[in-house]
C-alpha cells in the first residue's frame, strides 16, 4: 500500500500541470490581497481584511479533476490497477489520497504567498489590525478548503473520467450556477460546495455560518463524492 502511495504521489508532483495550477494560486492570492488591500478603497472592519487572504479553492478542484480524469484518458488506471494488484477501488481510494497531500503542500504554498503580500498591505489600514489567532483561523480555513475541493475533484474526475467534459461541468457550477442561487437563496447556496469553500476561505462573510461550520458541509459533500466514486469504480470496467 505504501508503494502504490509513493508512486500515486510522484505521478501528481511529476506533471506539468501540478506548477501551472501552482503558479496560478499563488498567482491569484497575490493578486487577490493587492486589489482587496490597496484597489478595494479603505478597510476599517476585520472580515474585509480577512478577505485579503482569502485563496481560490476552486483552482485545485480543478486540479484534482483533471488529474483524476486524466488517468482515464491516458489509459493508465487499468494498468496501474494490474499492476498494484489492488482492488480498483482501492487504487482510486490512495490516488484520491495522493491528491490530497499534493493538494496539502499547493495550498500551504498558496497560503504562504497571500499572508506575506496581504498582512504588510493590511498594515496601513484604519481600525483594529488582524489578530495572529485571526490570520491563523483564516489559514487554517483556507488549507482545510483548499484539501477538500482537491479531493472533491479528484472524486468528480473519476467519475466524469473526462477531463474536458469535468471541467466545463465544474465552471459551469462555481460561476454560473452558484452565483445565481446565490443570488436568490443566499443561505441555501452556502450549504452548497463553492458556498461552503467561500465561507471557510473568508471571501464570503455576510453569513450566519462559522468557518468551521462550513467546513463541517463541505466535508460531508466531498466524504460523499468519494464514496460515491469509489463504489462506482468497483463495478465497472477500467478499459
Known sequence: MIGLLRGELLKSVTTRAVWGFAIGGTAFAALNAVLIAKASGTLDEIPEKKEALAG???????????????????RTAAPTALVARRGRGTVLTVRIAAYALTGLGLALLI?????????????????????????????????????????????????IRSPVVGAVVLLILALVVQPLVGGAYEREANLSPFGAAGIMTGGTHNTTLTIWEAGAVFAAWTLLAVLVAVVCERRRDLA
Not at 56 to 74: F, Q
Not at 111 to 138: I, K, M, R, Y
Request: proline share 6%; net charge negative; glycine share 14%.
Open 111 to 159: 497560503n504562504a504567498v497571500a499572508v506575506g503580500v496581504a498582512l504588510p498591505l493590511l498594515a496601513g489600514q484604519p481600525g483594529p489590525d488582524l489578530t495572529s489567532g485571526q490570520v491563523a483561523e483564516v489559514v487554517a480555513g483556507n488549507v482545510l478548503a483548499f484539501v477538500l475541493a482537491t479531493l472533491l475533484g479528484a472524486a468528480f474526475g473519476a467519475l
Open 56 to 74: 481560490l479553492p476552486v483552482l485545485l478542484l480543478l486540479w484534482g479533476l483533471v488529474g483524476a480524469a486524466g488517468e482515464y484518458r491516458h
